[in-house]
């Protein structure tokens, strides 16, 4: 069974840039898709980020494209997201996802991965 812990998460100012990490434990996770979501109060969790198992296709919300780039170390087990030009309205909780069967295209509209983190909180103040 797959875990994934976040880290990285912390308070910043608007402009900065920020890099969160995801471990996974428990059984490798080279052939997973891994991604990011988040989810700021009051919102309804929302799609960031996801990458391929090869590492070779990602994908990217409109709303993060040219400020957000995913990458992933399977040598190491890791997913990492780094946040340049961070806006208030980055604010939220960003949850770490595995998924072996859904491709990375279709994260987008997807709510039910097979495995998730339980979160990192990043807050962008103005």
């Known amino acids: 069974q797959v875990q994934l812990v976040e880290s990285g998460g912390r308070l910043v100012q608007a402009g900065a840039s920020l890099r969160l990490s995801c471990a996974a434990s428990?059984?490798?996770?080279?052939?997973?898709?891994m991604g990011w979501f988040r989810q700021a109060p009051g919102k309804e969790r929302e799609f960031v980020a996801a990458i391929a198992w090869s590492g070779g296709r990602t994908e990217y919300a409109d709303s993060v494209k040219g400020r957000f780039t995913i990458s992933r170390d399977n040598a190491k087990n890791m997913v990492n997201l780094q946040m340049n030009s961070l806006e208030p309205d980055d604010t939220a909780v960003y949850y770490c996802?595995?998924?072996?069967?859904?491709?990375?295209?279709?994260?987008?509209?997807?709510?039910?991965?097979?495995?998730w983190g339980q979160g990192t909180l990043v807050t962008v103040s103005s």
């Open positions: 428990g059984h490798t996770v080279s052939m997973y898709g």
């Open positions: 996802a595995a998924d072996r069967m859904s491709p990375i295209r279709v994260w987008h509209s997807m709510a039910d991965l097979e495995v």
